[in-house]
Nanobody, 117 residues
Framework: QVQLVESGGGLVQAGGSLRLSCAASGRTFSRYNMGWFRQAPGKEREFVAGISWTGATVYADSVKGRFTISRDNAKNTVYLQMNSLKPEDTAVYYC???????????WGQGTQVTVSS
């Protein structure tokens, strides 16, 4: 069982930056693929970025070049650096863990990001 706790959300003006953090419990964090997802009001949850246990990264087209996902296995933490934020980035952001089953089985409670225009 893995517990995930996100932090770092808040209110920011368009063009600004935020860094989200996701702290994971457990000793096997380094073996998990990790991802960030988001859900805006009235919309389905969507994939934002992912980082494999080997460090390979993948991004949604909508955030490519603006967001960066990274991980620190010594701290059991995954980060999402968000730059050049736009009002359409407003959403609840969720951290998720895939224990290399191909399925994100563990989810955090989410952190709100609001970008004002």
């Amino acid at each position: 069982q893995v517990q995930l706790v996100e932090s770092g959300g808040g209110l920011v003006q368009a063009g600004g930056s935020l860094r989200l953090s996701c702290a994971a419990s457990g000793r096997t964090f380094s073996r998990y693929n990790m991802g960030w997802f988001r859900q805006a009001p009235g919309k389905e949850r969507e994939f934002v970025a992912g980082i494999s246990w080997t460090g390979a990264t993948v991004y949604a087209d909508s955030v490519k070049g603006r967001f960066t996902i990274s991980r620190d296995n010594a701290k059991n933490t995954v980060y999402l650096q968000m730059n050049s934020l736009k009002p359409e980035d407003t959403a609840v952001y969720y951290c998720a863990a895939d224990p290399r089953t191909g399925i994100y089985e563990y989810w955090g409670q989410g952190t709100q990001v609001t970008v004002s225009s």
